[in-house]
């Protein structure tokens, strides 16, 4: 019984990479002569590397039993901020530019936490989404709803940070530096969620969130830190975007939120909180980018696309609500 049950667990583990491999399998023998070359893996990572930076803060949200829709146009709005403080206050400098696009979009994130846990909203879905719309808004507003161009603007170094690359040679493209900047992420992501004290509180909040109250746990701080470090980090996703799209537009970013969301599922999270890894989250976006990319590659419309990336996310969530049954039922025969 014991061998039988570790072989579950090892492959509920498992099976998120089984089928990022097993779909990038399909694409090459799909298309051999496109999908397997270096230069389009070097872009599928460079592709997923927005969703990788977004999802890292919604799955904090998520492990609480709370969710962020305000991530994609927090993430513009960074992007657009950076936009108007070059194109019209002329400033160039990169720390200034990185600087107050991550203020603008963690204090937004620290917003959404206060309107949760000092009005007592019944639901983090009814503030982030309304804040999603006022964010968006702002975005509209400070560019007067036109996109601006970041090429030529002396910005470079800015933009190198998601459009630039390293190793590069002569026969290879180089690895996306926004790809190495995720990793990096991932790791102290890893390393505090797992290691540190704050870090299992939010397990803990999610969890059980009665076990949270009676040990002592302030679980309206570790709230307002969540979605000040989900804001954060759709601001990190916005500077990154700078060199990805060469632009700012307030238009933009209308998947960002979906994507986000199907990653943290696909990777193992669950929208009743306590469950969720980052490396599970990377693997989710990853298995997102193959999927958008390889069905550009086939020259599917945006329409099929979007219907492609809606049956994923209700597979993902569908998978998700047996998986908690599953384990609840399990529960519930330990305890008799």
Known sequence: MKKNNSAKELLQKLGTLMALALLVIVFCVIMPDKFPKIANIMNILKQASINCLIASGMLCALITAGIDLSVGSNCVLCTCTIGVLVQTFGITSMPILIIAGLAVSTLAGFVNGILLTRLDLPHPFVSTMGMKNVLWGLALVITGSKSIAFTNTGVDNLMWIGGGSLFRTENFPGIPFSFILVLIVFCIFHVFLTRSALGRQIYCVGGNPEAARLSGIPSKNVLTFVYSLSGFMAGMAGVVSVGRLASANGNAGSTYDNDAIAACIVGGASFTGGKGTIWGTLIGALLMAVIRNGLNLMGASNDIQYIVIG???????????????????????AAQ
């Open 311 to 333: 049956a994923v996310i209700i597979l993902a969530v569908t998978i998700d609500v047996f998986r908690n049954k599953a384990e609840a039922k399990a529960r519930k025969m």
